[in-house]
């Protein structure tokens, strides 16, 4: 679960992000032989390896993590387009220093 439908800080606003219909929704329609993908939000796990490790419920025993690799533009690209964003900076604040004279 990764919001509960509140702020994290000592007010707890509300927030929209809430898992807490969809946790509800899987444990109603849950199935032990189906639901055994270890990449998946919510998983089986079998007993026995549960009992194997000590019943220690830790989910980073259990949860299989996939990740995937990020690709980056080349750092001249980057260094290009920075330098692109530069320009139009110094001509708005050209522009401005026109505007207030």
Known sequence: ???????LDDKRDKI???DIPDVV????NRNPKKDTDRKAKAFFVPAKEIKENK???SINRY???Q???VKYDPPKAIIKRL???EDEIQKDLKGL?????
């Open 1 to 7: 679960m990764q919001a509960d439908g509140y702020s």
């Open 16 to 18: 929209k992000e809430n």
């Open 25 to 28: 929704e899987r444990w109603k």
């Open 55 to 57: 019943y220690d419920l």
């Open 63 to 65: 949860k299989e993590v």
């Open 67 to 69: 990740y995937e690799e």
């Open 83 to 85: 330098y692109n964003l």
């Open 97 to 101: 220093e026109k505007i207030l004279g």
